[in-house]
């Protein structure tokens, strides 16, 4: 097993404070990856990987970015679910790397939902 180092646990640290400044409501928005299988398969890494890149690009720190596994829908793969604070999340389907730039720009920027990579408005979640 590899030995962790200061700039792993560094990483960790953040990842872990995002993931409570969420929870105590401090993100204004969180986007969801879905990574199961089918959706690693249809290239969700690189949904991941994009998103990451403008992240660090635009110094995004108050959006938390995160993954899950398959949302059920295999065909319609990859997936994000975005959820801005106190709205209903949206689940986008068949992503590429230059849609989920423009839904990161206008929805999560700009609080617009991109109507025509949009699956969904709502959750499933009973409360």
């Given amino acids: 097993m590899a030995k962790l180092k200061i700039g ?14 969420l929870r ?34 635009q110094n995004i720190d108050d959006v938390i970015l995160t993954s899950s596994g398959c949302a059920g829908l295999c065909s319609r793969e990859p997936m994000a679910t975005v959820e801005l604070k106190d709205e209903a999340p949206v689940k986008y389907v068949d992503l590429t790397a230059e849609k989920i730039r423009r839904i ?14 949009a699956l969904a408005k ?3 979640r009973v409360s």
Avoid: P, W
């Fill in 8 to 21: 792993d646990l560094d990483k960790i640290s953040q990842r872990v404070r995002k993931t409570t400044l």
């Fill in 24 to 57: 105590e409501g401090a993100g204004k928005a969180k986007i969801v990856v879905h990574m199961g299988t089918c959706g690693i398969a249809a290239g969700a890494r690189e949904i991941m990987n994009t998103l990451l890149d403008e992240f660090a690009e």
């Fill in 104 to 117: 990161l720009s206008e929805h999560v920027g700009g609080g617009k939902v991109v109507g025509e990579y």
């Fill in 122 to 124: 709502g959750s499933e």
